[in-house]
C-alpha cells in the first residue's frame, strides 16, 4: 500500500514540509531508509542522519530544526508515537489464523466466543470462558474455569493455570506461564519443606503485554494483581501476590518477590531484584540491575545500585568508589609521612 505525504499528516496531525504528493509504501530505521520508505527522527544524536537519509518521508518534531532540502518532512508533536500509528494501521503483521483446528481439544463445559481462533493441539478446559475475536495459538493450555477477555492473544505453548482471569486485548507471548504455584515452603523441626497450598489465582487487566517465558505466579490466597495497561518484558519473574499498578513497565530479567505492591507508572529496568512485602508508591524508577531492599513511600524517584539509593547518592558513591585506590595511596603516603616524622622526634 503506498501513502502519500499528505494522508500520513493527515492520520498523525501533522505538517507537511516539501512534496506533499510524494508516496511510500515501506518503513525503515534513517540510516537504512530508501526512497520509498518513511522514517521518524525524535532522538537528536542521529540528526547528522538527515544529511545524508534517503528516506521519501520523515517524521520530525519541531525541535529539529536547518533540514537539507531533498527530504519531505511531516513536523509533528510526537514523531515517534506517529509513526506507531502508521505502523499499526498500515504495516503491522496481520495474523492470518482463524477457526478451531480439529486437532484442538475443547471440553464441552468451555465457551468460546465468536470469531476466535484455537489453534492446533491448544487445550481448553472445562468452565473455560474465551471472549470474541481472541486467540489461542497452538499448543497452548488454558485450565479449567479460567476466563480470557475479547481481542485478546494467547500465543503458542502457553500455560495458563486454573482460575486465572485475563482481560481485554491482551497479548501473552509464547512460554510464558501464567498462575504456576508461589514458590510457598515451610521448614520443618527435621530440615525437610512442606509445601503450602498456593490456593490463590491470577488476575491480568485489560491491555496487558507480557514477554516470552515469563513467570507469573498464582497467589498464596488472594490473587497476584497486574494492572491495566502493564507492559512486562521477557524473562521476568512475578511472585505470588504481587500486585502491580496501571501503566507500569518491567524489562527483562528483573524479578519480583511474594507480596510486594508496586505503584502505578513505574518502570523496572532489566535484572532490577524487589524484595518481597514491600511497597513502591507511583512513578518510581528504577535503573538496570537495581536490589530494592526497603520500602519507597514518596511518589515520582529515580533510584538504582544494590541496595538501592536515590540515583543521585549512587553517583556519588560511585565517584568515591573509583576514587578508593587513589585514597588508599594518600592514605599510606600520610602513614608513612606520620610515621617518619616520629622517628624524627624520638631520635
Same mark, same amino acid.
Given at each position: ?5 499528505? +494522508?500520513?499528516? =493527515?492520520?498523525? *496531525? ?30 537528536? +544524536? ?48 496481520k495474523d ?17 466466543? +465468536?470469531?476466535?481462533h ?20 497452538? *499448543? ?5 474455569? $479460567? ?31 501464567i ?19 498456593? #490456593?490463590g *489465582? ?7 503485554? #507480557?514477554?516470552?517465558?515469563? $513467570? ?29 499498578? =496501571? ?32 511497597t ?11 536490589g ?30 573509583? *576514587?578508593?585506590? +587513589?585514597? =588508599? ?5 600520610? =602513614? ?10 624520638n631520635?
Amino acid at each position: 500500500m503506498k501513502l502519500s505525504a499528505k +494522508k500520513i499528516a =493527515e492520520i498523525v *496531525n501533522g505538517s507537511v514540509e516539501g512534496d506533499k504528493n510524494i508516496e511510500v509504501d515501506s518503513v525503515a530505521k534513517i540510516e537504512d531508509a530508501t526512497p520509498s520508505s518513511l522514517c521518524f527522527l525524535s532522538n537528536k +544524536k542521529y540528526t547528522h542522519h538527515l544529511k545524508n537519509t534517503s528516506a521519501g518521508i520523515v517524521l520530525v518534531d519541531d525541535s529539529i530544526k536547518n533540514l537539507p532540502g531533498h527530504i519531505t518532512v511531516i513536523r509533528c508533536s510526537h514523531p515517534y508515537v506517529a509513526f506507531c500509528q502508521i505502523l499499526i494501521q498500515y504495516f503491522d503483521y496481520k495474523d492470518p489464523n482463524s477457526g478451531i483446528h480439529p486437532t484442538a481439544i475443547i471440553e464441552p463445559s468451555a465457551e468460546i466466543g +465468536k470469531n476466535c481462533h484455537i489453534g492446533s493441539h491448544a487445550y481448553i478446559g472445562n468452565h473455560v470462558v474465551i471472549g470474541d475475536n481472541s486467540k489461542v495459538f497452538a *499448543n497452548s493450555c488454558i485450565y479449567e474455569n $479460567s476466563t480470557i477477555g475479547q481481542n485478546t492473544s494467547i500465543r503458542s505453548n502457553v500455560s495458563i493455570y486454573y482460575n486465572t482471569s485475563i482481560g481485554d486485548n491482551c497479548i501473552i507471548h509464547s512460554g510464558a506461564v501464567i498462575g504456576s504455584d508461589g514458590f510457598g515452603h515451610a521448614p520443618l523441626p527435621d530440615g525437610t519443606y512442606i509445601k503450602i497450598p498456593q #490456593i490463590g *489465582n491470577v488476575i491480568i487487566h485489560d491491555n496487558v503485554e #507480557i514477554g516470552s517465558n515469563t $513467570s507469573v505466579d498464582r497467589a498464596n490466597m488472594g490473587s497476584t494483581v497486574i494492572g491495566k495497561g502493564c507492559r512486562i518484558d521477557n524473562l521476568v519473574q512475578i511472585a505470588h501476590g504481587v500486585e502491580i499498578g =496501571e501503566n507500569t513497565v518491567i524489562a527483562g530479567q528483573a524479578a519480583i518477590a511474594g507480596s510486594t505492591k508496586i505503584g502505578a507508572n513505574c518502570v523496572l529496568a532489566g535484572q532490577v531484584g524487589v524484595g518481597g512485602h514491600l511497597t513502591i508508591a507511583d512513578n518510581t524508577q528504577f535503573g538496570g540491575q537495581a536490589g530494592v531492599n526497603k520500602d519507597v513511600k514518596e511518589p515520582g524517584g529515580i533510584y538504582t545500585g544494590t541496595p538501592h539509593l536515590t540515583y543521585k547518592n549512587e553517583m556519588k558513591s560511585r565517584v568515591l568508589w573509583r *576514587n578508593l585506590p +587513589k585514597l =588508599e595511596q594518600r592514605i599510606r603516603a600520610l =602513614e608513612n609521612t606520620l610515621n617518619n616524622n616520629e622517628k624524627s622526634e624520638n631520635g
